[in-house]
């Protein structure tokens, strides 16, 4: 299983054959041109969001995820990956690369777990939409 993370704004998810996957309180208000998957494990808490230390934010987030759990955690993204044929998962929440954001604290903290690398989502890295069969001319 491949998976990615992502934000919101990138407007070059719509051309990606991936799944989309909401780990982010909210979502967007805007109409999107794909569809998506929430994976509420995945949301940090409400406790959580109200720390103002980035390191103590940390700490609250990755304890939920210990309690959560890494079996349940991998079993729920197999899961929506098989239910949509293998396709890569791009995990996404609002903060532009480079700055701080839970969807990377995620990133690492999985790949301590499981030895898998999650990447942040460039172009050229997961697999795009065909285009349309053109219809003959003759």
């Known amino acids: 299983m491949k998976l990615y993370t992502g934000h919101w704004g990138n407007k070059e998810l719509a051309d990606l054959d991936a799944v989309m996957v ?31 230390d980035w390191q103590e934010f940390e700490r609250a987030y990755r304890a939920g995820l ?3 759990g890494v079996e ?11 239910e949509h044929g293998g396709k890569p998962l791009v995990c ?3 903060e532009p ?14 790949e301590e777990h499981t030895g898998v690398g999650v990447s942040e989502l460039r172009i050229g890295m997961a697999p795009r939409l065909l285009p349309p069969n053109q219809e003959k001319l003759f």
């Open 66 to 68: 210990e309690e959560v």
């Open 22 to 52: 909401a780990i982010s309180r909210g979502k967007p208000r805007w109409k999107l041109p794909y569809r998506y998957r929430v994976l509420g494990l995945l949301v940090p808490s409400k406790e959580a969001f109200t720390l103002q």
């Open 92 to 94: 996404l929440c609002w």
């Open 97 to 110: 690369p480079g700055q701080f954001c839970h969807r990377r604290v995620f990133a690492r903290w999985i």
């Open 72 to 82: 349940r955690i991998v079993s729920e993204l197999r899961r929506i990956n098989y």
